[in-house]
């Protein structure tokens, strides 16, 4: 039975993030002393274990059906950090849309479809009958109708909704006045690393601002080897993903570079790195006097730990919202934690406005 102190998360798509959150979920159960990974311990009463999977989605064959812990370790999927127990609770199956990509449906392996109004029907139960009050989606990137089907039934069943991919949801005002409307509180759009590449570049481009020198031109290239690389090379799924991670960094110049100086994006699928990203950053500048200077970064992180990182925070922010009774985006979680949120800040003042909303100084408005 839900107790107070839990928060009941469902997920939508248990790809490679999921595995990560709950693996990383158990790791922290078990050594409960460890604060390494964690920006939050405890936020508002909640710890990482109070953070429990009540329901789960996908459409894989070698997941629906299954157990938790048996489809979190299904190929495609490639984060084995540790075992975690038994699960009660069995993959059900989402409506598929457009989440499939071309280079990635020979890995997913979809099952058969069935009508999307007696998906959804089966969907609103089991949110209600599993006591889930926050979902989090983790749908491949280009989901656009996808996860406006999730939105849906995050408003319809009242729960706060974890939008961690690029589709603008949370940062789109028409979705963002229907959360708000509804009464339900939102977090987005596709998260930050803990340490990714675009907090990194992020911090680097208001370095060069704040120190008088000018920023000429900067790429990022990212590389990896697993279903989220592979899925992003089919180019027409990149459009929000770039747009995303493009804006992030351009938020923090006062005058933006123009198009063809910045280049920010996947960049390429490298199968054996499987879970490790790579992602190398370059930046040309001016300073005193006008000479040059160039900064070249290379980031090499697990993936998957990066996400879950953030998410654990994520998710539990949705939920102080929710028994506060504040609902829309949330603006300063958001900012923090999401590359592409409502408003854009620093890191450092994202950074207060999410302490400040964890003191209950600021309703978040
Ligand atoms: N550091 C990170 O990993 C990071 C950062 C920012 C954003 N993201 C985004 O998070 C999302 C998840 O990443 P991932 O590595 O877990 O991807 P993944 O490809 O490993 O997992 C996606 C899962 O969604 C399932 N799925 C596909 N269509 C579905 C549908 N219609 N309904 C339900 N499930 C469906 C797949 O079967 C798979 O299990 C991606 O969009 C990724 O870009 C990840």
């Not at 020979?106 to 009050?133: A, F």
């Not at 090379?233 to 493009?246: F, V």
């Not at 992030?248 to 499987?274: A, M, R, T, Y």
């Not at 998957?304 to 603006?331: E, H, P, Y």
């Amino acid at each position: 039975m839900p107790t107070k102190k839990e928060v009941r998360i469902g997920i939508i798509g248990l790809g490679n993030v999921a595995a990560g959150l709950i693996q990383g979920i158990e790791y922290y159960k078990t050594n409960p002393s460890t604060e390494q990974g964690l920006m939050h311990k405890v936020i508002c009463s909640y710890g990482v274990g109070s953070v429990k999977l009540a329901s789960a989605f996908d459409i894989s064959s070698g997941k629906v059906g299954k157990s938790v812990d048996a489809a979190l370790y299904s190929s495609p999927n490639l984060v084995n950090w540790l075992k975690i127990p038994k699960s009660a609770v069995s993959v059900k199956q989402g409506p598929r849309l457009d989440s499939v990509g071309k280079y990635v449906e020979n890995l997913i392996k979809p099952v058969k479809e069935r009508p999307i109004n007696i998906l959804e029907n089966e969907i609103i139960s089991e949110i209600n009958n599993s006591g889930t009050t926050v979902l989090v989606n983790l749908l491949p990137v280009g989901s656009q109708r996808a996860t406006e089907f999730w939105a849906g039934i995050a408003l319809k069943t009242k729960c706060a909704f974890v939008n961690s991919i690029p589709v603008f949801i949370a940062s789109n005002k028409t979705w963002a006045k229907r959360f708000k409307e509804s009464k339900v509180p939102l977090v987005g759009d596709d998260m930050k690393g803990l340490i990714g590449s675009t907090i990194v570049h992020r911090i680097l481009t208001k370095l060069t601002q704040d120190r008088g020198t000018t920023l000429i031109n900067t790429y990022q290239i990212n590389i990896g080897g697993n279903t989220d690389f592979k899925n992003m090379l089919e180019r027409e799924r990149l459009t929000s993903k770039k747009i995303s991670k493009t804006d992030s960094v351009q938020s923090q110049l006062h005058s933006p570079l123009k198009q063809n100086s910045i280049h920010i994006g996947p960049s390429d699928f490298v199968e054996f790195l499987g879970n490790t990203k790579i992602a190398y950053m370059y930046m040309h500048g001016l300073m005193w006097g006008g000479r040059p200077y160039e900064i070249d970064v290379k980031l090499e992180v697990d993936d998957k730990a990066n996400a879950g990182g953030i998410l654990i925070d994520a998710i539990r922010l949705a939920k102080v919202a929710q028994d506060r009774r504040i609902s829309g985006a949330l603006i300063g979680p958001s900012a923090y934690l999401m590359k592409h949120p409502p408003v854009q800040y620093s890191d450092d003042i994202a950074q207060e406005k999410l302490e400040a909303f964890i003191d209950g100084k600021s309703n978040d408005k």
